[in-house]
């Protein structure tokens, strides 16, 4: 079975930033797109960013582009998030997610870290 498992998170000062990974355990051959998504307290899930395992393309939310660098390392089958200029509006727990070929939504998630970011 294929586990997910968050990591970076903590509290950090506004216009900090941080560097969240996400490493996957078990068979990930069949991977088509992994993601990160986040969650505030009292709002839904929101999409965060994304990217395409085989090709590399990215893709970002609006309200984060410029500021998120998403990555991968095959190698490793880990997925990062980079997070500059962070704003308070980004405090959530933040979600990996995987996506398996032949799918049309998110298969997997992982526990989510949570992300501060204080005034």
């Known amino acids: 079975q294929v586990q997910l498992v968050e990591s970076g998170g903590g509290l950090v000062q506004a216009g900090g930033s941080l560097r969240l990974s996400c490493a996957a355990s078990?068979?990930?051959?069949?991977?088509?797109?992994m993601g990160w998504f986040r969650q505030a307290p009292g709002k839904e899930r929101e999409f965060v960013a994304s990217?395409?395992?085989?090709?590399?393309?990215?893709y970002y939310a609006d309200g984060v582009k410029g500021r998120f660098t998403i990555s991968k390392d095959d190698a490793k089958n880990t997925l990062y998030l980079q997070m500059n200029s962070l704003k308070p509006e980004d405090t959530a727990v933040y979600y990996c997610a995987r996506e398996i070929m032949g799918s049309t939504d998110y298969n997997y998630w992982g526990q989510g870290t949570q992300v501060t970011v204080s005034s």
């Open positions: 078990g068979r990930t051959f069949n991977t088509y797109a």
């Open positions: 990217i395409r395992w085989s090709s590399g393309n990215t």
